[in-house]
């Protein structure tokens, strides 16, 4: 039984890791799938561009999308702002409104980044989209001190049906995947980069230390936990209040409920004040309530609401 217990808390604490993990093996198996069944290089200069332009930046930008609609924060900033702008910007603080969105967006650029990873570093896509490109400059980097047949033959080289021969056909193929996967590695190095760059300055910019920083992500991950036994619970005893009033007819019992303005609250995205000891909106209304919510805050700290996975 410990053997059990000491696997899970392994796997809990490596979620986010397995998160990514998991994401990148469906980008894979996503592609694969792509490549293989409904991707068909038509072969014609006028369309192999923008068919494989299609299949590398469409399935990127849908993943794009669905990065935003998929993070909580995204959500947590705008509910609402429609009808009160001031919750979008709270004491007219653009600066954090802006910094929050980047970090909404830099979280959402994460699985279209895999994407284009993957596609590239197979090359199937690109090898159809640049051989129908009509610039000359591309044109000559190929068949350079070739004949004109391969100028005209060039687009018909991912299908394999050139009259080029076939030694000439498998080393514009191997050019087309070589500059394919250059651009992969180079999307890979400069994520790492700047994932590199983004994590040291937020640490050093961090105002708490690193083990105050470590135990803040465990309450928060806690408490996120627990909110939703306490909502899942709550909402079950009233609805079973509800059902009971009405089905034997009487008055329902009194039900302690959070006000409106309560929920409003604590919904607010996390601000750090240096001089409190809070680790979160719920903790800062339950021990403050009402009380100086209009003080002046700090710009939120990454990890409050950081990088979720999808």
């Known amino acids: 039984m410990d053997g059990i217990q000491t696997v899970?808390?392994?796997?809990?604490?490596?979620?986010?890791?397995?998160?990514?993990?998991?994401?990148?093996?469906?980008?894979?198996?996503?592609?694969?799938?792509?490549s293989m069944v409904s991707f068909q290089c038509p072969c014609n200069k006028s369309q192999n561009f923008i068919y494989g332009f299609v299949f590398i930046v469409g399935p990127a930008l849908v993943?794009?999308?669905?990065?935003?609609?998929?993070?909580?924060?995204?959500?947590?900033?705008?509910?609402?702002?429609?009808?009160?702008?001031?919750?979008?910007?709270?004491?007219?603080?653009?600066?954090?409104?802006?910094?929050?969105?980047?970090?909404?967006t830099v979280g959402a650029c994460i699985p279209p980044a895999m994407w284009l990873t993957v596609?590239?570093?197979?090359?199937?896509?690109?090898?159809?989209?640049?051989?129908?490109?009509?610039?000359?400059?591309?044109?000559?980097?190929?068949?350079k001190g070739k004949t004109d047949t391969c100028r005209a033959e060039l687009p018909r080289v991912p299908c394999g049906k050139s009259s080029l021969s076939p030694e000439?056909?498998?080393?514009?193929?191997?050019?087309?995947?070589?500059?394919?996967?250059?651009?992969?590695?180079?999307?890979?190095?400069?994520?790492?980069?700047?994932?590199?760059?983004g994590t040291c300055y937020k640490n050093c910019r961090s105002q708490v230390s690193y083990l105050q920083l470590k135990f803040w992500r465990k309450y928060i991950e806690k408490e996120k936990e627990q909110f939703d036994c306490y909502a899942t619970e709550?909402?079950?005893?009233?609805?079973?209040?509800?059902?009971?009033?009405?089905?034997?007819?009487?008055?329902?019992?009194?039900?302690?409920?959070?006000?409106?303005?309560?929920?409003?609250?604590?919904?607010?995205?996390?601000?750090?004040?240096?001089?409190?000891?809070?680790y979160s909106t719920l903790q800062r209304y339950v021990e403050k309530g009402n009380k100086d919510k209009d003080d002046e805050m700090k710009c939120a700290l990454d990890f409050v609401d950081g990088v979720e996975m999808m």
Not at 8 to 34: D, H, P
Not at 89 to 98: A, E, I, L
Request: charged share 15%; proline share 3%; aromatic share 16%.
């Open 119 to 143: 596609a590239l570093l197979n090359g199937t896509f690109y090898e159809c989209a640049v051989s129908g490109l009509e610039n000359n400059h591309v044109v000559d980097l190929f068949c």
């Open 8 to 34: 899970f808390k392994f796997f809990l604490n490596q979620k986010t890791t397995i998160g990514y993990s998991f994401m990148a093996l469906l980008t894979v198996g996503g592609e694969r799938i792509f």
């Open 63 to 104: 993943l794009f999308i669905v990065g935003y609609f998929l993070s909580s924060r995204t959500w947590k900033l705008f509910t609402g702002c429609c009808l009160d702008p001031r919750k979008l910007c709270p004491k007219g603080n653009s600066c954090n409104c802006v910094y929050v969105f980047a970090q909404i």
């Open 168 to 197: 000439d056909n498998q080393e514009l193929l191997l050019m087309l995947r070589a500059q394919s996967q250059i651009l992969g590695w180079l999307i890979v190095c400069i994520a790492t980069v700047m994932g590199l760059i």
């Open 234 to 278: 709550y909402a079950t005893k009233l609805a079973d209040r509800n059902l009971k009033s009405f089905f034997e007819n009487k008055d329902p019992e009194a039900f302690p409920f959070p006000s409106h303005s309560s929920w409003e609250d604590i919904s607010a995205l996390y601000t750090f004040c240096r001089s409190e000891q809070y």
